[in-house]
């Protein structure tokens, strides 16, 4: 199984400022994703984060307010820019693994105040 | 939308086997079954996922009907450890990885 960790865990930002999400896999993975889970709501996925590309983004998220990189193929990154109350929610990172197996980090908690 | 349908809560006693059901009645052919929980403040926690045939494994098994339209996840003695929210969630190769939640099913083990 793939271990992913990801920083910050938990953090309270001031609205309009911006927080960058790190996401560190244990071993190479092919598939990098990021979802949001927005207070007692499921999982919406936010894009694929695409090695040497640019991230794909699902309806309803937008690169300006959701920039994502991915270096290399343990390692991403997902900015929530210019926040507001309404982006106060749980950021995850997902992997593909081997087998079909999809793993899923352990969130990174945000509050915008 | 979600591509399953579940229950939105359901109880079960500890030490016995708690069935949860899914149904996916639009499943394509190369699509997988995929089941996670949930707790509370926690990420989704990857449980199994099959393809056609049964699965098992240390934490539960997966029980796919003959048609692939529907299934049924079994927690074979549950603890109270296992209160969680439980998905299932069908994905394939031509969306490999993505995968779109439902609102699952709230599981309660009480002694």
């Known amino acids: 199984s793939a271990v992913i960790s990801q920083k910050p865990s938990r953090d309270i930002c001031q609205r309009g400022t911006s927080l960058t999400i790190q996401c560190q896999v244990d071993?190479?993975?092919?598939?990098m994703f990021w979802y949001r889970q927005q207070p007692g709501q499921s999982l919406t996925l936010i894009a694929t984060?695409?090695?040497?590309?640019?991230?794909?983004?699902e309806s309803g998220f937008v690169i300006d307010k959701f920039p994502i990189s991915r270096p290399n193929l343990t390692f991403s990154t997902l900015t929530v820019s210019n926040m507001s109350p309404e982006d106060s929610s749980i950021y995850l990172c997902?992997?593909?693994?081997?087998?079909?197996?999809?793993?899923f980090g352990e969130g990174s908690w945000l509050t915008v105040v | 939308d979600a591509k399953t349908t579940q229950p939105p809560s359901m109880d079960c006693a500890e030490g016995r086997a708690a069935n949860l059901p899914c149904n996916h009645s639009?499943?394509?052919?190369?699509?997988?079954v995929y089941w996670y929980r949930q707790i509370h403040s926690q990420g989704p926690q990857y449980i199994i996922h099959?393809?056609?045939n049964n699965e098992t494994n240390e934490m539960a098994s997966l029980i796919i009907t003959e048609d692939r339209k529907s299934s049924t996840l079994i927690l074979p003695h549950a603890t109270l450890r296992d209160t969680a929210v439980y998905y299932c969630?069908?994905?394939?190769?031509?969306?490999?990885?993505?995968?779109?939640f439902g609102a699952g099913t709230q599981v309660v083990v009480t002694p």
């Open positions: 997902s992997v593909t693994s081997s087998g079909n197996t999809i793993y």
């Open positions: 071993s190479q993975v092919t598939m």
């Open positions: 984060a695409n090695q040497g590309s640019e991230a794909t983004y």
């Open positions: 639009t499943i394509s052919g190369n699509e997988y």
């Open positions: 099959g393809l056609k």
């Open positions: 969630i069908v994905g394939g190769s031509d969306s490999w990885g993505k995968l779109q």
